[in-house]
């Protein structure tokens, strides 16, 4: 296990500061966070390329905040590769093994290989190689030492979308059969879902929440959090207590909310969540507003409808429900959403 | 005025020979937008030609008597002198410029501008305010001279001053190379070595270093060919043993031109063939290929 106390360092006037996590053995854990963040840095830190000024990190309840690189075992990818451009393919998986004075190297490099499917790229030079096949020899280089850990910094993030998925299922398969810990940064919120056992969330070198992917899809605790994963449709309002729900006063309407707040909040609603229909119907769903179209865009695979309820609702729809629902600007419509849909928090 | 005394003379159609046949070249198959170009490599040419009439005309009038120079015994040992000296200055100046240089490249300190200025003075120093500056120094009253001279090692009209005087000049260049070439290598090689088990000694010299070879084989080069050339430190330290630059010009004021002019074709003979060599060593095919 990782634990990590209270971490902080400062790089001119960029700050990593009150970082605590722990972080299970065999777990896949994603740091998400716009760019400049302070993700790669805190790899970084972790790597122990820099040591914290402050706070401690642990492994396995031993502590290595002062130790240096070569002595943690952890290995590491950047996004942009970092191969050794004097070395061939072979060489630069080799290298850690060389250096530690490994034997059986040869069959070693062509069983890691064959797993990342570069052997026949072995006599290559970097140089001469795609972006994917660098990102795979990279995570070969890291994974020859078997490292108990390993720290990838947006391994996906400098090649196409088609690469970086085939990328993305390959590491999931080698998560499962390697069973190391995966420490893993990201700024892409699909990327950080599909693989993260847990997310944490972080701006401008602070984490903002920690959670399995569902709370940090559904129930974010901060209005950037919300807004960084695309929440959509944040309000705020008064909540007061009712009977099983909190109903929230946005002004207009109400808003029923299974969540149990009390006075000023911020509420969301994911705009998959929410249904739309002719006439409201009997459901579970607490929420029935009838309003109009004010907006319908075309998002390549779904369309995203503002419905104005008293407040713009944005909901995503399949093109089907367009026709369906024969939707155009001005049309009256329900939207329906459970009262469990809508999330609450203080800020 | 002088330069265009010099270029009249037979020079003149010459130079318009060469102008006019790379004027031809150019139109031949130029596009309008490229006729800056033409302009420009014409005036570039003058320089060009600058550097090459002289040396070419020196060469071409003492080829006939080049052989009087290889047969005289005092002109091979000069060239010999300047070569070895070269050698050791070079060497020396690799041994402390690549540390130097490595950590100019990846440290920023407090002063660190001085030192880059430092390193960079001796091109700007007359050379025999620098020969003078390395006599007080290193004479056998000296700071560095007098410990030096008790464990046997002069410098005044000895060997190891004309090393000394090569190696002040020919730090920068060194320096200057090897630097450029760490500057280019991404630390973060370093930290990726450092993750698979290496020091930070084994990731210099398993990653690093082998990554500036080329710059570490031209700021040689350079090196060599800027102590080869220097005259005016070592006629100031150490006249004696001649080196090829010192001997010529004691011919040259001693015995005449004429005298002198074999000897110095000599010399520009051999210098010019082990730059052409180690240039295109260090340029022909990158030693490793870049991202």
Redesign the interface.
Known sequence: MIKIEDIARSWGDFFLSDISLNIDDGEYFVVLGPTGAGKTLFL?LL???YEPENGKIYKDDVEITQL???K?????V?QDY?L???LNVKDNIA??MK??GKSDIDRKVDELAKKVRVYDLLKR????LSGGERQRVAIA??L??EPDVLLLDEPFGSVDYQTGETLRDMMIDLHKSLRCTIIQVTHNQEEAVILGDRIAVMKDGKIKQVGNPEDIMRKPRSKFVAEFVGTGNIFHGTAERKKDVSMVNLGDIEIASSHDFHGDVTLTIRPEDIILAENTFESSARNNFKGKVKELNDRGIYHEVVVDIGVPLVVYVTRQSIETLNLKKGKEIWTIFKASSVHLFKE | MIAILYFLDLWVPLIFFFGFSLIALYFFGVKKEDITFVIFSILGMFLVLFIFLPLAELMIDALPELSRAVEDPNTINAIMVSMTGAFVATLIGLIFGVPLAYTLSRKDFHGKNLVEGLIDLPMVVPHTVAGIALLVIFSRKGTLGEPLSAAGINFVDAFPGIVVAMLFVSIPFIVNQVREGFEDVDPRLELVAMSLGADRKKAFFTVSLPLVKRNLLSGAVMGWARAISEFGAIAVIAFYPHTAPVYIYKVFTEVGLRAAQPIAALLLLITLSIFIILRTVTKGGSIYDKD
């Open positions: 970084e790597a122990g390329f240096p690189p070569q943690r075992g952890f290995g590491f950047y970092m050794f451009p004097h290298y850690g250096i530690n030079k970097p140089s001469t280089r890291a020859a030492l």
